[in-house]
């Protein structure tokens, strides 16, 4: 039933050591986002892609890049990650876009050491 | 783009109906107004989404009044396991940012 998967649920890195999140969908939808949430705050729109079109909100991060292989596939790679990058990362899908429901993976929890 | 102000937290007894009105001032002819409930360490799951009046689905009511600027979601007869964060997003026609405002912390009393 799972539609939205995201592994690992919890990861753990040191800090400046290169790390990969991943998210999967079952959906084949077109869009797939994500979303950086910090503890008691509110998701906030890292990038997405609509298709194969990367799209990266203008107060990202340079050190924060995606990757989408195919469909199914979103990659989230963090290269240098320092201690406020700790947060949950959540990998949400769309049909075609803003105005459609989002569906979202329960998040990855990363923890920088 | 939009922006949209709740109250941050709301508590109510179980039973109850509970409103969390959004107050979004600045929305423009083709928003949509969308609401989203996330429990903790859980990624946010829609709840219902509307442009205008009333919509209703079997979890939740979102009453719009004619002027758009504010939107209430009313969530029926709560229970101990509706209380979650509920974010109220205002999404433009073709926006290339979608906005989470600081949500409603709703808690639920026995």
């Known amino acids: 039933d799972a539609m939205v998967i995201q592994n690992p649920r919890y990861q753990v890195t040191q800090f400046g050591k290169p790390v990969t999140l991943s998210c999967s969908q079952t959906l084949n939808h077109n869009v797939m986002y994500w979303y950086q949430q910090k503890s008691s705050q509110a998701p906030k729109l890292l990038f997405h892609?609509?298709?194969?079109?990367?799209?990266n909100e203008a107060d990202t991060p340079d050190n924060f890049q995606s990757r989408r292989p195919n469909t199914s596939f979103c990659f989230l790679d963090i290269r240098s990650p320092g201690l406020g990058d700790a947060a949950m990362y959540l990998c949400?899908?769309?049909?075609?876009?803003?105005?459609?429901?989002?569906?979202f993976g329960p998040g990855t929890r990363l923890l920088v050491l | 783009l939009a922006k949209t102000t709740q109250p941050i937290s709301m508590d109510s007894y179980e039973g109850q109906e509970v409103n969390i009105t959004c107050s979004h001032n600045n929305i423009a002819t083709n928003d949509y107004i969308t609401w989203y409930q996330q429990f903790p360490s859980q990624g946010p799951r829609f709840i219902i989404q509307?442009?205008?009046t009333k919509v209703t689905n079997e979890v939740a009511s979102l009453f719009i009044p004619a002027d758009r600027k504010s939107s209430t979601l009313s969530l029926p007869r709560v229970s101990l396991s509706d209380t979650a964060v509920y974010y109220c997003l205002v999404v433009p026609t073709g926006a290339n940012n979608l906005f989470f405002g600081t949500g409603t912390r709703l808690t639920v009393i026995p």
């Open positions: 509307g442009y205008k």
């Open positions: 949400a899908t769309s049909h075609s876009g803003y105005q459609e429901t989002q569906y």
């Open positions: 892609y609509y298709d194969k079109d990367f799209n």
